[in-house]
């Protein structure tokens, strides 16, 4: 399967503005009002690596308690996808840990 | 010091009716909660933008939702809400906050702890996969996104929100390939008389499985869990049927949960003393019907005191807020307080029937495989943590924790907390209490070390 199969499928909602991001410096769309998570998962399934080298993760209690779901964008910041709202241009890696 | 204002952490069922019955009585509470809007999860408010109605969001809820938002919204400019916004430590005397990347201190006199709960969690071979979620989890992903968490989904565990979730995906049009419970239909059966007297809850539970049925989805009991499959994301999920076959079902995606666990943490930093509670199979912090706990000016109330639900959460949110304004010398109603201790105790008997129904499956977790991925923070197998507590007699949970790392990641343990608890006490055949509990550390979440300097 591409990376780029979206994990989750919009049912609703979906007449909300575009907003345009950057994952792995791929230029991909997200509605306002999408989580960090969901835009990226509806351009892919997953977010992060594990750091135990256990493969790719994509976040798991979506309500801010598992802490799985932190990303990293290009400028180092560090955000929980779960509860953070995408902005226009953000740039996330979801592949940092491989690199290290 | 009586200047000081009462403070409620979480602004759930239970913190929006405890911060409306302080805001009635003249006390302007400061509500802390880590949401960017009231309503907790059951009633999580959609994001700005978002259009459908309360009916689609909520369902048969829709009325409690509404009500308990218009509840809180018409309090706004009289209390001092602080929403985004995480209460990291608290002892004697000071909470410490995190807003806007920056933390702060704030000084209290009594505080309400209405922090709410999580789903229960069982690991299971393949847990870790993309595309798996917790049933909560995937029950945000709709409510608050519009989103399903794939397009071929398949529900596992037990309790009461696993139909109901299901039933809310199928209803959104979500493909739903199975929905797979691990309580056998003869414990469901028991408990019926239980769940009888409670009415309109035992109707929905009895409407959500009906209406599976009649679209067509398998729904299965006695189920238990082998392991996911897959290689980027999961593609398929394997178990064993009730008759012990082994059965595999193709999806992309899965939900599962077995029931709630309370957020104890805060409870705990607190200092309150904690009792296993053999229903829930939990340790929980002590507490009497009016929320007042050991440690004076300190109350809980709702999921994050044991696990009772939204409507009880609301009740023991009044019912504390008024035993705090009883100890600040108010008068209080006392035909209000005997109904809503009357009602409280009501929903505690249809909690005892749920237990009955949904009995926590603590086989699967005594069970789990070695190779099963058991604290996904830290990466630490099932087989790890049994070879560290046995060969190092860890024989309670913080000192195998220490030894083996599972529960000592970003979650705390929140997620393999309860089940790690399970696989130690069967290791070392003791009865499950005695594992203990990990103890909350300070910061609860994540916070970034430039916060605090």
Not at chain 2, 1 to 23: F, Q, W
Request: proline letters at 6%.
């Amino acid at each position: 399967m591409p990376a780029d199969t979206p994990q989750f499928q919009r049912l609703a909602e979906i007449n909300r503005p575009r907003v345009l991001l950057f994952i792995d410096g791929r230029s991909c769309a997200a509605l306002a009002g999408d989580t960090l998570l969901t835009a990226l998962l509806t351009n892919g399934q997953r977010l992060r690596s594990s750091e135990f080298g256990d493969g790719p993760r994509a976040g798991f209690c979506l309500m801010g308690a598992c802490q799985d779901c932190w990303v990293t964008l290009e400028d180092g910041t560090r955000l929980r996808a779960c509860t953070s709202f995408v902005t226009g241009g953000m740039r996330i890696m979801t592949r940092s840990a491989d690199r290290q | 010091m009586s200047d000081k204002p009462p403070i409620v952490v979480g602004a759930g069922p239970a913190g929006s009716r405890a911060a409306e019955t302080l805001a009635a009585a003249g006390l302007a509470p400061i509500v802390l909660d880590e949401a960017p809007a009231s309503g907790g999860q059951i009633y999580r408010r959609a994001p700005a933008g978002f259009t459908r109605p309360y009916r689609a969001l909520y369902g048969f809820d829709a009325a409690k939702a509404r009500r308990l938002h218009l509840a809180f919204d018409g309090i706004k400019g009289s209390i001092d809400h602080r929403p985004d916004t995480l209460v990291w430590d608290l002892k004697r005397g000071t909470l410490h906050c995190l807003c806007a990347g920056r933390s702060r201190e704030i000084p209290y006199r009594d505080v309400i702890l209405a922090p709410g709960a999580r789903d229960r969690i069982i690991p299971f071979p393949g847990w870790t996969l993309p595309g798996i979620y917790a049933l909560g989890g995937a029950q945000i992903a709709l409510k608050y996104q519009g989103c399903a968490i794939g397009s071929r989904i398949l529900f596992m565990g037990t309790g009461p929100l696993l139909y109901l979730v299901a039933y809310q995906y199928a209803k959104a049009g979500g493909d739903i390939v199975a929905v797979l419970d691990t309580t056998d239909f003869a414990a469901k059966r028991r408990a019926v008389p239980g769940l009888l007297r409670s009415g309109s809850t035992f109707a929905k539970g009895l409407w959500y499985v009906a209406a599976l049925h009649s679209r067509g989805v398998v729904v299965a009991n006695g189920i238990r869990p082998i392991a996911a499959e897959g290689k980027d994301a999961v593609s398929a999920f394997v178990y064993r049927d009730a008759a012990g076959k082994e059965r595999r079902i193709a999806c992309d995606a899965i939900a599962f949960g077995f029931g709630l666990s309370s957020e104890t943490q805060l409870a705990d930093l607190a200092e309150i003393p904690f009792a296993f509670d053999s229903a829930q199979q939990q340790f929980l912090p002590e507490h009497d019907v009016t929320g007042r706990t050991p440690v004076r000016g300190v109350y809980l109330a709702g999921d994050g005191s044991g696990i009772a639900g939204a409507d009880a959460a609301e009740l023991a949110g009044e019912r504390a807020a008024l035993a705090l304004l009883e100890d600040r010398g108010y008068e209080v109603g006392r035909p209000r307080v005997a109904a809503l201790e009357r009602a409280m105790r009501k929903i505690a008997g249809f909690r005892r029937a749920l237990e009955t129904a949904f009995p926590f499956p603590a086989d699967i977790a005594a069970g789990m495989p070695d190779e099963t991925v058991l604290c996904r923070c830290e990466g630490v197998t099932a087989g790890e943590f049994r070879s560290s507590v046995r060969a190092l007699d860890a024989d309670e949970i913080n000192r195998a924790k220490a030894f083996s790392r599972c529960g000592m990641g970003r979650c705390q343990g929140r997620v393999c907390g309860p089940a790690a608890a399970v696989v130690l006490a069967a290791a070392l055949n003791l009865p499950p209490e005695r594992s203990g509990r990990l103890r909350g550390q300070p910061p609860v979440k994540p916070i970034p070390m430039a916060a605090t300097t």
